[in-house]
C-alpha cells in the first residue's frame, strides 16, 4: 500500500471555479503535512503546510482529518495561474522522510 | 528562489556508467534530502544526509550512494546505470531544527537521461 495516495486527475475547471483535492495516507504516527505545487518541469514548492485546526492563505484552504488519515486542499475562484500539479506530502516525526503522492493535475481553462 | 541549488541541469549517460549529481543547500540549512522523480510520478526519496551522516534512506539498491560536506552540500552517486533511473533529480534542504513544522525547500533539479 501506497503511504500516500491522491486521485491523479486531470481536473479541468474553469476560472473562477472550486476545486477541491483529497489525499490520504496511510501511517497513523506521521506528524506533518503538507501541499506542494509542481509546474511543468520545475521542481516542487511549497503552497501550505496542513495543521490539525485547519489553516487558510487567502483562496486556498487546507483540511487534516487525522482519524480518517485525509488532507485537502480546496481552491477558491480559480486563475489561469493555478494550473499545475498539487502534491500531497507527508512525513513521519522524525521529519527525515517525506511521502509525496503522485500528484493531482489541475488546469484551469479561461 | 529557495536558495537551494543543484549541477548539472542535464545530463546524458549510458548504462553501466556512473554518475556523480551535486547539490548546495540553502543558507543555514544542515539537512540534505535527494528524491528520484519519474515521469507522471511523485518524488520518490532516495536518501537524507544531516551533519554528513546518512539519516534515513528509501528503497533504493546500495549503488545510489551519497555524500555531505562540512558546508552541508551534497552529492547523491549512482553507479551501474540503468535505463529506469532516468528521471528527474530533486535534491531538498531543510533545517529540521528551526522550530514548528520541518519544511524541505527543492533546487531545480537535474535531468538524468540513462541511454
Known amino acids: 500500500r501506497k503511504e500516500v495516495e491522491q486521485d491523479p486527475g486531470p481536473f479541468n475547471v474553469p476560472e473562477g471555479a472550486t476545486v477541491a483535492f483529497n489525499c490520504t495516507y496511510s501511517n497513523s504516527a506521521s506528524q506533518s503535512f503538507f501541499w506542494y505545487r509542481q509546474d511543468c518541469r520545475k521542481e516542487p514548492k511549497l503552497l501550505m503546510s496542513?495543521?490539525?485546526s485547519g489553516n487558510e492563505d487567502g483562496r486556498f484552504t487546507a483540511q487534516l482529518n487525522r482519524a480518517s488519515q485525509y488532507i485537502s486542499l480546496l481552491i477558491r475562484d480559480s486563475k489561469l495561474s493555478d494550473s499545475a500539479t498539487y502534491l500531497c506530502?507527508?512525513?513521519?516525526?522524525?521529519?527525515?522522510?517525506?511521502?509525496f503522492g503522485t500528484g493531482t493535475s489541475l488546469t484551469v481553462i479561461p | 528562489e529557495t536558495g537551494v541549488t543543484q549541477s548539472p541541469t542535464h545530463l546524458i549517460k549510458t548504462r553501466g556508467q556512473q554518475v556523480t549529481l551535486r547539490c548546495s543547500s540553502q543558507?543555514?540549512?544542515?539537512?540534505v534530502s535527494w528524491y528520484q522523480q519519474a515521469l507522471g510520478q511523485g518524488p520518490q526519496f532516495i536518501f537524507q544526509y544531516y551533519r554528513e551522516e546518512e539519516n534515513g534512506r528509501g528503497n533504493f539498491p546500495p549503488r545510489f550512494s551519497g555524500l555531505q560536506f562540512p558546508n552541508y552540500s551534497s552529492e547523491l552517486n549512482v553507479n551501474a546505470l540503468e535505463l529506469d533511473d532516468s528521471a528527474l533529480y530533486l535534491c531538498?534542504?531543510?533545517?529540521?531544527?528551526?522550530?514548528?513544522?520541518?519544511?524541505?525547500?527543492f533546487g531545480p533539479g537535474t535531468r538524468l537521461l540513462v541511454l
Open positions: 543558507s543555514g540549512h544542515n539537512t
Open positions: 506530502v507527508v512525513s513521519t516525526n522524525t521529519g527525515n522522510q517525506f511521502y
Open positions: 531538498a534542504s531543510s533545517n529540521p531544527y528551526s522550530g514548528g513544522q520541518e519544511t524541505q525547500y
Open positions: 496542513v495543521y490539525s
